[in-house]
Each structure stands twice: as structure tokens, then as C-alpha cells.
């Protein structure tokens, strides 16, 4: 099955990425064309850019916001049944599809009619009558567009986070609290540097997730305002199924695998010395 669908696929597009394309197949070799003219187009460059600040945002926010929510269950809740409760309803966003999650936000930023408008208007931030347009100013429609995914993605890694947790031995953290280590103490001394490779995983699949994100930008801002949140993929996506470039987004998307494979593969051999160190 993943010869078939996932490998097959790969090599395919690797190929495409070298031709262009007449009627929906390739008719002819074009060498490197494509890459050329990906590389000398502006929109592409930008595209670049900001996925390189959603793969930013996604590796370090989300993991760190589920460190927190799992320190936070686990120190503050009492009793098997109360953790477990608390972790249920804080994974649940991750249970929806991305598309469910971008329509529900798009609703949550409306202008008019938006949940978050009338919290604006109810505290009395912002006048009856006027209305905050969210994903409407390219300065920072790609960070607010970034809020329902870690809204969505924290419960995952809190759910990781609080295994690791649960995995770290008792006799430490008693240890700890008989020599009159305060919490704060603790978790700094005992339980990050136990949890190390737990976040450097995470931070990894979240990594790669950052990269392959499409579907919950293109439901909120297809790519807009004014290209602000238009990431690789969905570059790609426009270029495929809107411009019937096939070749020119197959270029593209060996860019974004090649982009994957190096970033991944660098950031563990850092990560590698990193946990090695750590655990002397």
C-alpha cells in the first residue's frame, strides 16, 4: 500500500517536475526549467517565507503550550478520574478534522457576526458599531490564522507530555520534596531534563506538520490577504488545480520534500548532542 499511494507517488512527481504539461500529461523534458522559474518568481520566495515562520511557530508554540497544560493537569488535579476528565475535554479539539476547525473559526472571526467581535463589544474593548476585521491586515493574518492550530494541536501534545510525566519514578520527585524542592524547582530540575527526548520528538512531528500544512489556511484565508498566509503547499495546490501548471507545482513540491528531509534530518543530529548532554 505505500509503494502503491506513497512511494509510486514521490518518485512520479519527481519526474513531473522535469516536464511540462499539455492536456493534463506530460509532453516534453524541460531539464530544470521549472526549478528555475520557481526560484525567479517572487510569489514562490514569499511562500517560502512564510512557511518558514508557520514551521517556526508550529514546532516551538504548540509543543511548549502542551508541556504546560500537562504540568498543569498533572499538578493540579486530583485523582485519577479529575486528571483523566481534564485531558479528555483538552484533547477534544484534536479529534476534529482541520476543515471543522477552519469553518469554526472563520465563524469565531467575523466581522459581524463573530463570537469574538461581540466579546470585544461585551468587555467593552472596542465600541458598539465597529467591528475588528481578523485575517483581514496581511501583518498579521498568518499569526492569527496560527491560534485554532495550536487551539486545535496543544491537546496532542499534552496528551504525550502527560505519559511522559506519568513515566518519570516517584522516588525522584520524593526525593526532591524531602530535600525542600519547591514545584518550580522540581519540574526544572527533575522533570524537563527526564522529558528531553519526549520534546524533542514532539518538536520534530510537529516540525514536519508545520511543513505539510494546508488544509485549515486554506479554509480561513486561501492564502490571502493579499498572500500573506499563502504557505508552499497551498502555492502549490493554486498552481496545480488553479493555473494548470502541473509540472511548475511539481517542482514546487520536490522543493517542499527536499525542504522536509534536510530541515528534519539537521534539526536531529542537533537534537542528537543536545540529548546526549542532557542526560549526562
Do not use: C
Request: proline share 4%; charged share 10%.
Amino acid at each position: 500500500m505505500l509503494a502503491v499511494f506513497v512511494y509510486s507517488s514521490i518518485f512520479t512527481g519527481f519526474g513531473y517536475s522535469f516536464s511540462k504539461f499539455r492536456d493534463f500529461a506530460p509532453a516534453g523534458f524541460v531539464g530544470f526549467r521549472n526549478y528555475v522559474d520557481a526560484f525567479n518568481n517572487d510569489d514562490f520566495l514569499n511562500s517560502i517565507k512564510s512557511t518558514l515562520m508557520w514551521v517556526l511557530m508550529t514546532a516551538t508554540i504548540p509543543t511548549f503550550a502542551g508541556l504546560w497544560l500537562a504540568i498543569l493537569v498533572y499538578y493540579q488535579t486530583r485523582g485519577r478520574l479529575v486528571s483523566g476528565v481534564a485531558r479528555t475535554i483538552l484533547f477534544m479539539p484534536m479529534m476534529m478534522s482541520a476543515v471543522a476547525v477552519g469553518l469554526l473559526w472563520s465563524l469565531i472571526y467575523n466581522p459581524l457576526l463573530g463570537l469574538l467581535n461581540q466579546l470585544l463589544h461585551l468587555i467593552e474593548l472596542i465600541p458598539a458599531g465597529t467591528y475588528v476585521g481578523f485575517l483581514e491586515n496581511p501583518n498579521t493574518a498568518l499569526y492569527e490564522a496560527f491560534v485554532p492550530m495550536v487551539w486545535q494541536s496543544a491537546g496532542f501534545s499534552m496528551v504525550i507530555f502527560s505519559a511522559a510525566l506519568q513515566g518519570i519514578p516517584n522516588d525522584m520527585r520524593e526525593a526532591a520534596v524531602l530535600d525542600g524542592a519547591s514545584k518550580i524547582k522540581e519540574i526544572w530540575h527533575i522533570v524537563l531534563p527526564f522529558i528531553v527526548p519526549t520534546i524533542v520528538s514532539l518538536v520534530t512531528v510537529n516540525m514536519i506538520s508545520g511543513f505539510k500544512a494546508f488544509d485549515l489556511l486554506n479554509v480561513l484565508t486561501h492564502g490571502g490577504p493579499a498572500d500573506s498566509t499563502m504557505i508552499v503547499s497551498l502555492y502549490m495546490y493554486k498552481q496545480a488545480f488553479s493555473a494548470w501548471k502541473y509540472g511548475y507545482s511539481s517542482a514546487v513540491a520536490v522543493v517542499l520534500f527536499m525542504s522536509i528531509l534536510v530541515s528534519v534530518l539537521l534539526f536531529s543530529l542537533a537534537a542528537r548532542g543536545f540529548v546526549a548532554r542532557s542526560s549526562k
